[in-house]
């Protein structure tokens, strides 16, 4: 993964569109680096300014899937983004006039409240400030509209009984953020439980872009092994794989299911014994169905388990990958710096075939003897 630079940010913001390969990889990148988190926060508020308005969407998801993957590793970025995302909301609220843009970020906001990722004071002021409203109106906790108390007294009384047009979308882009619903991708099973590990990121649905249809599935937070073998092993004992059961269902007589056999019935007691029969498999095949749509519920959740774990399982590689490369080169210049200590010591003369340049003299004064030459 490469070092981090204002240059090397403002160049992957400026590469930023909107498919999902792209945020998640940025998102990564940036997750990598969130020891620099102010820096790039603060960047990616005055490019998102800058932007056009499709990729202001692009730039909110990104921030998006940061905040909500980066709480695993620390709070920086949320905190951050916490500074700047009052002003960034007012920004597209004032310049911005996209119904799919505001009705994509109401959804935003939606999440982060059912998911607790700021609390509800601070969201309701977000949009409050994207739909320009009064902090204090009904609309900016709920997103619901607070009738022309909201109007200013120059649309209330334009043309009558007819609404301005600026009005008009006002209140459409409002009426589509309180139904717009988001599907949700299930928890994380952990065990047997499903609700006991947390739930995956949710996927927001907008129209395509340029062609592109726009990614909004953020990962979510991988889980741990222990969690994933234990999901692995409950998909063991599924319904599918259950033998006695299906056989049950298979060994069904053919009676209970063929409507031609009811008049071949003779008698009161023979319909009551085939009316028994029916019911009792009936019973059979719902509880049986009940288990196989949980099971498929369970392995939507393990699929999704199993995404998180990979994404996570890359990145790891490539930082190992990373660690492994400059090791190679630190060795490389080790193995350099030693082949050359070693040359240098091959060219430096061997004392020990010197010749004896002492050998024959006088041996130096003491220093009693320099004293007493002294006095």
């Known amino acids: 993964m490469s070092a981090f630079t204002d240059s090397a940010l403002l160049k992957k913001l400026a590469e930023l569109n909107s498919s999902q390969q792209s945020i998640q990889t940025l998102s990564l990148w940036l997750i990598h680096h969130r020891k620099h988190s102010a820096a790039i926060v603060r960047t990616w508020q005055r490019e998102l300014e800058n932007v056009p308005e499709p990729k202001k969407l692009t730039f909110m998801y990104l921030a998006n899937d940061v905040i909500q993957n980066s709480k695993k590793k620390g709070p920086e970025y949320g905190k951050e983004y916490s500074l700047v995302l009052g002003k960034v909301f007012a920004h597209i609220g004032e310049k911005c006039n996209s119904d799919k843009l505001l009705g994509s970020l109401g959804r935003i906001l939606n999440i982060w409240l059912e998911r607790g990722v700021y609390d509800p004071k601070t969201i ?6 994207l ?3 009064a902090p204090g109106s009904s609309s900016s906790s709920n997103g619901k509209t607070n009738g022309d108390s909201e109007k200013p007294e120059k649309e209330k009384d334009h043309g009558g009984s007819g609404k301005p047009e600026k009005s008009e979308r006002r209140e459409k882009r409002k009426h589509e953020d309180r139904h717009s619903k988001s599907k949700r991708s299930r928890h994380h099973v952990q065990g047997s439980s499903a609700n006991s590990a ?19 599935l ?16 409950s998909i063991e004992n599924s319904a599918s794989s259950d033998a006695v059961v299906r056989e049950r269902i298979a060994k069904l007589p053919q009676e209970i299911s063929e409507i031609s ?11 009551k014994e085939l009316a028994i029969q029916v019911n009792e498999a009936v019973d059979l095949l719902n509880d049986y169905n009940a288990r196989l749509a949980a099971e498929m519920e369970e392995r939507s959740k393990l699929a999704t388990m199993l995404r998180d774990f ?17 090791h190679k080169k ?4 080790m193995l350099g710096l030693q082949k050359e200590i070693h040359d240098h010591l091959s060219n430096l003369p061997d004392l020990t075939r010197l010749p004896d340049v002492t050998g024959g003299l006088a041996p130096l004064p003491s220093a009693g003897d320099l004293f007493n030459a002294l006095h």
Do not use: F, M
Request: aromatic letters at 2%.
């Open 124 to 129: 309701a002021d977000w949009r409050s400030r």
């Open 131 to 133: 739909h320009k409203e």
């Open 198 to 216: 947390p739930p995956t990121e949710e996927v927001v649905s907008v129209e395509p872009e340029n062609g592109h249809t726009p990614p909004y």
């Open 218 to 233: 953020p990962l979510g937070e991988p889980p741990e092994p222990e969690e994933l073998i234990r999901a692995l092993t």
């Open 261 to 271: 056999c009811i008049s071949k019935l003779e008698d009161k007691d023979k319909a």
């Open 310 to 326: 990979q994404a996570e399982q890359k990145e790891l590689l490539s930082q190992a990958e990373q660690r492994l490369d400059e």
């Open 330 to 333: 630190k060795l490389a210049k």
